[in-house]
């Protein structure tokens, strides 16, 4: 008897274990700044490339931490009616079914739903819709690999724009974000209670265990070249004081990321650019 076996999809691992690096020894730096060899200030390295998707206007893929993002922007093309007098943003985010542990079930997911619609917030300010009438632009994004909810939106909005720089269509400025918790310092580990009266802690590019740790953590959509925030998701118990100063900090670490990504579409133009020619030669 024939066992039931879907052969259009490959089954991934079971199991994903990053690489462990050794920490770079630093005797000025310890107790809690002291994180996974890197300081509060310091984010994981992010990688950026653009134009992998030959099939789409345009393209992307993000790996920043333990987050990885295939993105793929199909249009400006015309639009269903009823038509509009500017363009439509289209944006789904699916998750594959070995992006997280346990393993997602395919076609039972309810989470990408909610997470498409805060993208949406995010991304929408960034995009000249108004030169864009009867025309939608569909984004759609895949999460290879993921940790916490809030990574992944900040990954999102970073290789979403990339992908829509990519395809040429028109942009008021390239939109990134950051990710900014508040921790106690006697609180804990595993405590997640945050209850402690110690000193907060506020921590850059927070990793799962210190989300769950956190008293507060705030998410933080900008435009950098033009000064201009787009979105701010804040979940917590923190005073106003705390919050304004992690929605400083989480705009000053988006200028960072800002650089990366116009780099990495600087580059990609290039590589096409040098790619043209030598056909053409």
């Not at 076609?107 to 864009?132: A, G, V």
């Not at 000053?252 to 990504?261: F, P, Q, V």
Request: hydrophobic share 35%; with cysteine.
């Amino acid at each position: 008897m024939a066992t039931a076996f879907d052969r259009r999809r490959i089954p991934g691992p079971e199991i994903s274990i990053p690489p462990i690096y050794e920490p770079l020894s630093n005797e000025n730096e310890a107790g809690p700044s002291k994180r996974s060899g890197r300081s509060n200030d310091e984010a994981r390295p992010i990688f950026l490339k653009t134009g992998l998707i030959s099939q789409a206007n345009g393209s992307g893929y993000i790996e920043s931490g333990g987050v990885k993002i295939a993105c793929s922007v199909y249009g400006p093309r015309p639009k269903a009616p009823p038509y509009t007098p500017q363009g439509t943003l289209n944006l789904e985010i699916k998750f594959a079914p070995f992006a997280s542990n346990p393993r997602r079930a395919p076609l039972r997911d309810t989470e990408p739903l909610p997470l498409s619609h805060l993208l949406t917030q995010s991304l929408l300010p960034t995009i000249q819709l108004h030169l864009l009438p009867k025309s939608s632009i569909d984004v759609f994004l895949v999460v290879l690999e993921s940790d916490t909810t809030t990574n992944v939106l900040s990954a999102g909005l970073t290789v979403a724009s990339a992908a829509i720089a990519d395809a040429g269509i028109e942009m008021y400025a390239l939109g990134t974000s950051a990710v900014i918790s508040s921790t106690c310092s006697d609180t804990s580990p595993g405590d997640g209670t945050g209850s402690g009266n110690g000193e907060s802690i506020l921590v850059l590019d927070p990793e799962e265990e210190e989300e769950r740790n956190s008293t507060g953590k705030v998410l933080v959509g900008s435009m950098p070249a033009l000064g201009k925030v787009t979105s701010i998701w804040f979940e917590g118990e923190n005073g106003i004081d705390e919050v304004s100063e992690m929605i400083e900090k989480a705009i000053a670490a988006s200028r960072d990321t800002h650089t990366i990504l116009a780099q990495a579409l600087l580059e990609g133009a290039e590589e096409r650019g040098i790619g043209g020619d030598e056909e053409v030669a």
